[in-house]
């Protein structure tokens, strides 16, 4: 028994060193998670105390969950709480079935060039920043000036004010994401329609289904183990709404329907200094969220796909 | 091919071609419409609304932008912080990718489970920050590079990439003597041409959009990059900001100069998009399929 483990010991240090090199070039990547990933994780410790910076973590005063307490009991809790629910549902409910369309149309184009172009074409905004999304629709929906408020003006409209209306703020969000992202989220659902047997379109025209026909009874629940699929990890995303983007976004005239998580922590820690109580709002997020990526994931391999980790 | 020259596939064909092109022309409409706006003079901006073609061109805006040291300056920022980040990404990222890739590698499974550890949970921003703050990195352009050297999801694509490559590589080169770092820098990344290309060109495109870096670890302005002076002129020109940091260096930027700046940070994305477009989708696949 102990010859055994001395043998297997052994050979791991054999292996080690025959492999030194190998370990040498993954040191750097190593440190850099232990340093910038790791470290941080630790750093979590600061929620539960009244942290000083110059005290530092062993110093600072112990709490408990003071913080947390004070968080869930904040009436900014239940509005962060609400407008991510929201604007999560917005996603799910306007967002989500758009590239899953666009591509069953994309699929039915015969004409590869004109295909190529059109996808070309909508994949691009996805490579602009958020900065230069909201940007050109600054400038685009600006008040004075804006070239749709003035389309309105001259079809007789009343001016929108898209940009400083906080009834505007949702749509805006929202329209945003589609623009960048839709043509992108195709190439996933493209290749599971590329993986569909041909032979059951040629079924389907024997039977004199049409071609509108066949995209809604063979295409659509070809593919329907790769939405639900899609559909179930987007859910374990709830709380990844975007620190950018709606930062970007965020003025003192709409907080109240946008401050999600991300931007509050951001505010608090960051411009506000209060080091404890944004580390704990983002501890509670981080936490909920790894839970909800862990349960998004054993479903979607229960449901018999490869989950994504 | 029975039915496909009927009428009813004829008419589908059309409508279908008909709405993804409306769907491709609303998606660069913006594009276009900026680019176009930016050669407008402010007055025709202010006095009657065109969507592609102003009636005067004028080059004023762009004039105007690089008249002060403001711009050109922030763009040196972003080339430079692109530059580097890069090779030091890739460098990094190829390295931990292919030593993760060698199946005869005792603990790679423990290893391979601390990088993904990290895109399931982060110790969160204000963390973070205190870290980049203990490593001295607070208002140097290497608070940009150094806390994001390897998106583990990047490193993913590659070690795939890798791992596919022929066994019978590894072993001509170590026949030829070669080391490790040898096979890598000699056989493994010549071999992995496309690969590195697509994900050089994910880097860049990443570091050139760097924003909440930015703001959260470079205090002084005239440190920006461009992505960050970008937001000062079109968001806070309109009065409206949450923070304290206001633009000061210039009155209130007119239409068209906005439009212009917009035009020179999304020009870079704009040239390098051809050479991205060729590999991505097969990359982008590659990373949510096989990891």
Redo the contacts between chains.
Sequence with gaps: MSNQLATNKGSLLRSIRKNKLIYLMIFPGLLYILIYKYIPMYGLIISFQNYKPYKGIMGSEWVGFEHFTRLFNSPDFWMIFSNTLILFGLQLLIYFPIPIILAIMLNELRNEIYKKTVQTLIYLPHFMSWVIVVSISFVIFTFDGGIINGMLESLGFSKINFLLSSDWFRPMYILQIIWREAGWGTIVFLAAIAAVDPQLYEAAKMDGASRFRQMISITLPSIKSVIIVLLILKIGDVLELGFEHVYLLLNSTNRHVAEIFDTYVYVSGILQGQFSYSTAVGFFKGFVGLILVLLANWLAKRYGEEGIY | M???KSW??RI??FT??L???I??L???L??I??FA?SFATAGE??AK?F?LVPTTFTFDAYKYIFSTSTLPRALFVSIFVTVVGTVWSML??S??A???S?K???GRNT?MF???F???????????????QE?GLLNSYLSLI??V??NVFN?IILRTFFQGLPDGLEESGKIDGC???GI?LRIVIPCSMPAIATISLFYA?TY?????HAI?YLSDAAKWPV??L??QI??LA?G????SAVYTDTPPPS?SV??AV?VV??LP??VV?PF??KH??KG??LG??K?
């Design positions: 029975v039915g496909d009813g596939s589908f064909s279908n071609g709405l993804l092109a769907v491709a609303v998606t660069v913006p594009f419409h900026v706006s901006l202010a609304k969507l990094i990222s390295l931990t292919y030593g993760l060698r005869d590698l005792a290893l601390l990088f993904v990290t895109m399931l949970f982060s110790g969160g921003m204000i963390p973070t920050f205190l870290v980049v490593t150094v806390p050297s390897i490193m080391n490790d770092f890598l495109v050139w959009n760097t924003y909440m959260l992505q960050v970008l937001r079109i968001v309109s409206l900001n949450y923070d239409q906005k439009m917009i940070a999304t994305v704009l998009y991205l477009q991505f989708a982008a696949l949510s399929i990891s």
